[in-house]
């Protein structure tokens, strides 16, 4: 298998800057030498375009609408014009950012995108927005979450929960379904496995929507 996971911290910091997970977010390039997609390409263009390199961009995939990461997706698609990506449950998000650009393509539960020698599948997981979407790549192993779901839980937006409960539902009855080691790659933070977050979920239920998730 020639295809492989990329992941670009947005905006662009040093590697090994402590503070990046707590404040960054993370594009995700996934795709092989000469084709490559792109996920939540965040607030930093350049960064992106560093990593993809010359490689055709297919899409851009975006897991919701928030700005954090969605504010770059057009400039990042039309290099190649390549198509965006969302779930229309999430367009008045996207359009507090894109007011006159609309996604080319309409998200639905189900969907798939191939790239390379790799397949996403679309699995719709609301709760941090209406319209959040996970990625699942059974053939490289790993999900995609967005802010779904991060290595210390579910991922509020601007200090609270805009609906906890489907979030949690989401969570526990579409990812915790997946294989076990199946890599959790997030929109912001370090990666985790749908095993850690199985053993952690009865805690979250418990703690309800606290912004403190660790």
Same mark, same amino acid.
């Given at each position: 298998?020639?295809?492989?996971? $990329?992941?670009? &911290? ?12 707590? @404040?960054?977010?993370?594009? &995700? ?17 350049? =960064? ?10 297919? @899409? ?21 014009? @390549? ?10 998000? &996207? ?15 189900g969907g798939l995108f191939d790239v390379g020698d790799v397949q996403l599948e679309v699995i719709h997981t609301p709760g941090h927005t209406p319209g959040s979407v996970s990625l699942h790549c059974a053939d490289l192993e790993a999900v995609f979450t967005g802010d779904t779901?991060?290595?210390? =839980?579910?991922?509020?937006?601007? =200090? ?12 526990? $009855? ?6 076990? =080691? ?8 370090? $990666? ?5 977050? @199985?053993?952690?979920?009865?805690? &979250? ?10």
């Amino acid at each position: 298998m020639d295809a492989r996971i $990329e992941r670009v &911290w947005t905006p662009r910091v040093a590697e090994r800057e402590a503070s990046a997970d707590a @404040a960054e977010a993370n594009a &995700w390039i996934v795709g092989d030498d000469e084709e490559v997609i792109v996920i939540d390409p965040g607030e930093d263009a350049s =960064g992106v375009f560093e990593a993809v390199g010359d490689r055709e961009i297919l @899409a851009v995939i975006c897991t919701h609408g928030h700005a954090s990461h969605v504010t770059v997706a057009v400039e990042v698609a039309e290099r190649d014009e @390549a198509p965006v990506a969302l779930h229309p449950a999430d367009r008045l998000h &996207w359009r507090a950012v894109h007011p006159d650009v609309d996604p080319e393509i309409e998200m639905a539960d189900g969907g798939l995108f191939d790239v390379g020698d790799v397949q996403l599948e679309v699995i719709h997981t609301p709760g941090h927005t209406p319209g959040s979407v996970s990625l699942h790549c059974a053939d490289l192993e790993a999900v995609f979450t967005g802010d779904t779901l991060l290595a210390s =839980g579910p991922a509020p937006h601007d =200090g609270q929960y805009p609906d906890f409960p489907r979030q949690l539902t989401a969570i526990g $009855e579409r990812l915790l379904d997946l294989p076990s =080691g199946t890599r959790v790659l997030p929109g912001h933070g370090e $990666e985790s496995t749908v095993a850690a977050a @199985a053993k952690r979920f009865d805690s &979250w239920v418990t703690a309800g929507p606290s912004v403190e998730t660790d």
